[in-house]
């Protein structure tokens, strides 16, 4: 029975070798110092103009509501009145 010798064994004698590239080395340029500042950038501000919203207090006489407003009034004070008493805050 005959053996088979594995590829990698056998040496080669008739392999032909390339010729050797010769590789140019290139200049190394010295690093600069990280310590150097960048000037900040200032942020963007953004100015916006308040919107006003007053309103006006109403504040007329008794002689002037009319009746609708006269009925709702005393309706209003008792609501008020009792919601005070269930609170105790008298």
């Known amino acids: 029975m005959a053996t088979r010798r594995r590829t990698s064994a056998v040496k080669s004698t ?7 590239t010769v590789v140019k080395k ?5 690093i600069k110092s990280v ?3 960048t000037p ?3 942020e963007v501000k ?4 308040p ?3 007053v309103e006006k ?3 007329r006489s008794l002689t002037q509501l009319d009746g609708f407003e006269l009925i709702l009034l005393p309706l209003l004070y008792l ?6 008493l269930i609170n105790n805050q008298f």
Do not use: G, L, Q, Y
């Open 46 to 49: 953004v100015t916006e103009t």
């Open 26 to 30: 290139s200049t190394v340029t010295p």
């Open 40 to 42: 900040k950038i200032e």
């Open 79 to 84: 609501e008020d009145f009792a919601k005070r």
């Open 14 to 20: 008739t392999a032909k070798k390339s010729p050797r």
């Open 57 to 59: 207090k109403v504040t």
């Open 35 to 37: 310590n150097k500042v």
């Open 51 to 53: 919107v006003k919203n």
